[in-house]
């Protein structure tokens, strides 16, 4: 059944959640790419304390980190767990890439679909949980046709999400439909204020009542966990293990014979209300329990359970099997990443001055011709550098030995104002292939091109790689460029691979040519000036994904000295920090690359 709405201010200094069956004036918003269970509709929180100051704090914000999954400590009057429980649902999301089926590893043979393409083969909360991105754009979710085992009297359904995008109903799961006529009905969704939000509906033959409970707000870019349950004592919901409401209710599933979708909802005629983000283990359970006694009984069919988690300087790591993928099967360690391989990370987070400062402990830049700093930047806390191509404003930095290397990538966030045929991120040329590889990085009409050049002596070979899409307008987009012998060049946007050319053997060994930002350096002299935004801007010495970049990032501004054993030719992490997959710097930017924020 269709859900009641309601208005949205930002000025309360406090941040409460509302029921939804009461609309409210004073409302506030959920925070986004938060791995989170439940919900409510709020109003503005107070200020987060500030975090501890940590190596180089002095130069820039800490960032967000993984979330530690906590075990409730609150016990229920409902049932214990005996090892008597039967789980009719465990998706694991560890399906291989390209398949349509989601397996369902618990005691119902019913198996689901992956519709409309999600991303497969991601890692969740931690490494032993499979994960897979969804955008609501794409009307990408998860069918799960309905299956006797399902019509239960008493039980639990369990998720992790990590929303990267809010709307007025981001859909965790569902088994509902259009109307109160026939079934008992239950969703459980994050709301466009930040909040979990679990609903129960009676059929109008039981009475035709509903209770909605909600949790407060969750934080940006860390996994949650909502556990929404019915029994013996009544409605309960879980966030990340914690019980945020419990309510009285005679409700349960047993006449309910509607399919479950996942990362959306089917409470109208249609599917809708689609996540943004990821989810990992989707699970049903028969019996009401604690998440401690979910993942108690989970273990002992050896179903993943979040590992043991640790906080070490701000970051948060993860027991694991060396040689394991996140998918459960065994691979080949075939390298290992450390933060001594960053070797420049520029946050551009100044307020005054003209130096951008290298938190590596690199070359710092200069700004040029007075770009405007201390602008919004793509995560809570971090400001960003605003450029105007009009009044060519970039940043010159000084070639550093440190970035003569035989593999790596380039990285940048952008909040573009306007597209020209050039736009300028990051560039390391000149004129001519007489000496140097080149390469820049830049917008053609708001298409990001990575173009990777040899020079003559070593055959002046030359690849562009494009993406099909433009970047949107006015919103940030996390940009990756990588060249190394694992895989050749390839081009990211956000955590997706959009080109490659795995031919590619290009090097930057021998190239000594300063580095441009925010325009290129392509010509006699710089050129191709963007107007927007930037933040961001790292170099690594390592051929990564995306992903395994922002944890090397993270790891260096939480002042670690650590490293990481990644598995594959897509660098999953396998042993080490566990890191989800947007945590570190961008906290609005999506799995595919954009993010709706930002002032």
């Not at 290009?506 to 006699?524: E, K, M, R, S, V």
């Not at 990481?564 to 566990?578: E, K, L, R």
Request: glycine share 10%.
């Amino acid at each position: 059944m269709p859900l009641r709405g309601f208005v949205a201010t930002s000025s309360e200094p406090t941040r409460t959640c509302f029921p939804l069956s009461k609309p409210s004036t004073r409302t506030g918003r959920l925070w986004r790419n938060t791995w989170t269970t439940a919900a409510w509709s709020c109003r503005r929180a107070q200020p987060r304390a500030a975090l501890p100051r940590l190596r180089m704090a002095s130069r820039h914000p800490s960032l967000p980190t993984t979330a530690i999954i906590t075990t409730a400590t609150t016990t229920t009057t409902g049932s214990t767990s005996t090892n008597n429980e039967a789980f009719p649902v465990v998706l694991e999301f560890n399906d291989a890439a390209g398949s349509t089926t989601a397996s369902n590893s618990g005691t119902s043979s019913q198996s689901g679909s992956y519709v409309n393409g999600p991303t497969l083969g991601l890692q969740g909360p931690t490494s032993d949980i499979g994960a897979i991105g969804l955008s609501s754009s794409r009307r990408q979710y998860v069918l799960l046709p309905h299956n006797s085992a399902f019509e239960l009297s008493e039980g639990c359904v369990s998720i992790y999400f990590y929303p990267t995008s809010f709307s007025s109903y981001a859909g965790l799961w569902g088994k509902d439909f259009n109307g109160q006529e026939t079934d008992e009905h239950a969703i459980t969704y994050v709301n466009r204020d930040g909040c979990v939000v679990a609903r129960f509906q009676r059929s109008r033959s039981n009475g035709g009542q509903e209770i909605t409970l909600r949790a407060n707000p969750v934080t940006r870019n860390e996994w949650h966990r909502a556990v929404t349950c019915f029994g013996p004592a009544g409605a309960q919901l879980y966030v990340d293990g914690q019980l945020a409401e419990s309510r009285a209710w005679t409700g349960n599933l047993e006449n309910n014979k509607l399919d479950f979708v996942v990362g959306a909802l089917n409470f109208g005629i249609d599917i809708n209300s689609w996540f943004d983000g990821w989810v990992a283990q989707f699970v049903l359970v028969d019996k009401q329990l604690t998440p401690a006694q979910i993942d108690a009984a989970l273990a002992a069919r050896g179903v993943g359970t979040g590992g043991t988690s640790t906080t070490v300087a701000g970051v948060t790591s993860t027991t694991s099997t060396t040689g394991t993928s996140t998918t459960g099967t065994t691979t080949t360690v075939t390298g290992t990443v450390s933060t001594s391989d960053v070797v420049a990370l520029f946050l551009l987070n100044e307020t005054s001055g003209t130096a951008a400062q290298d938190a590596a402990g690199h070359n710092d830049g200069r700004y040029i011709n007075q770009p405007t700093l201390g602008k919004t930047g793509p995560a809570d806390g971090q400001t960003a550098v605003k450029f105007a191509a009009s009044k060519r404003q970039y940043i010159a930095v000084p070639h550093d030995a440190a970035y003569q290397v035989s593999s790596g990538c380039a990285s940048v966030y952008i909040y573009p104002k306007e597209f020209d045929r050039y736009s300028g991120l990051i560039g390391k040329d000149q004129t001519g292939q007489n000496t140097d590889d080149h390469f820049i990085l830049y917008l053609r009409n708001g298409h990001p091109e990575a173009r990777f050049q040899r020079s003559r002596s070593q055959g002046g070979k030359e690849v562009t790689l494009r993406a099909s899409a433009a970047v949107p307008l006015s919103k940030w987009s996390q940009i990756t460029a990588c060249f190394g012998a694992q895989r050749g060049a390839e081009l990211y946007v956000g955590d997706q691979r959009v080109a490659q050319d795995a031919a590619w053997t290009g090097t930057w060994t021998d190239n000594t040519q300063p580095l441009t930002l925010a325009a290129l350096n392509w010509g006699d002299a710089v050129n191709s000036f963007f107007t927007g935004r930037l933040a961001n801007v790292v170099l690594v010495k390592q051929q990564v994904t995306p992903r395994v970049l922002r944890e090397m990032t993270a790891a260096v501004l939480a002042g670690n000295n650590t490293s990481w054993q990644v598995s594959s030719a897509d660098n999953v992490v396998v042993a080490g920090y566990a890191s989800p997959g947007l945590a570190s710097a961008g906290s609005d930017v999506s799995a595919d690359g954009s993010s709706s924020s930002s002032s």
